[in-house]
């Protein structure tokens, strides 16, 4: 597997916990590298967009409605198989089914307030990536 890039948000329960750094530490320790990040106030609009995918669950109210409850940390992470190896530092969305040692496990409150938010493919990733991030931002 080549090296890749995949989008990462450090999601509002985490920032306000004062988690930000515990949980880059989790990547860097995975062998993620951040290649790009900054603190951002998601508008109501973006977080609507950004979750399009889910528009008709019925948690979709409520997830952006806490995904602009607290800034957030946007992240672009580097390495090896970067997307999927990111997903298992994450584990599973519901914290109660998430492995020992995974962000989730350890830090989320509940399955919305899950800590971390990681794209799912390479197709989601160049799309959240360019969503967040202009060329300029994103140094080669
Ligand atoms: P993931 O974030 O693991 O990719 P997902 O894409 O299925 O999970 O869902 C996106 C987010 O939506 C998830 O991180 C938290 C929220 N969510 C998912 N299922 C939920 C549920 N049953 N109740 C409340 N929020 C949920
Ligand atoms: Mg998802």
Redesign the pocket.
């Known amino acids: 597997m080549a090296i890749q890039r995949t989008f990462s948000i450090i999601k509002p329960d985490a920032t306000k916990r004062n988690l930000t750094g515990k949980i880059v530490a989790k990547f860097e320790e995975a062998g993620l590298r951040v290649v790009a990040s900054k603190r951002i106030q998601m508008t109501l609009a973006q977080a609507q967009a950004f979750?399009g995918?889910?528009k008709d669950?019925?948690?979709f109210g409520?997830?952006c409605e806490f995904m602009i409850s607290e800034p957030v940390v946007v992240q672009v992470l580097e390495g090896e198989d970067a997307i999927a190896k990111n997903?298992e530092v994450?584990g599973?969305?519901?914290p109660a089914d998430a492995a020992e040692g995974t962000i989730r496990k350890e830090f989320a409150l509940?399955?919305?307030e899950?800590s971390v938010?990681?794209s799912?493919a390479p197709e989601t990733a160049a799309q959240e990536i360019a969503f967040f991030f202009s060329g300029i931002e994103l140094v080669g």
């Open positions: 979750y995918v889910h669950r019925p948690f409520e997830l997903r994450m599973a969305t519901n509940s399955v919305g899950n938010h990681g799912d």
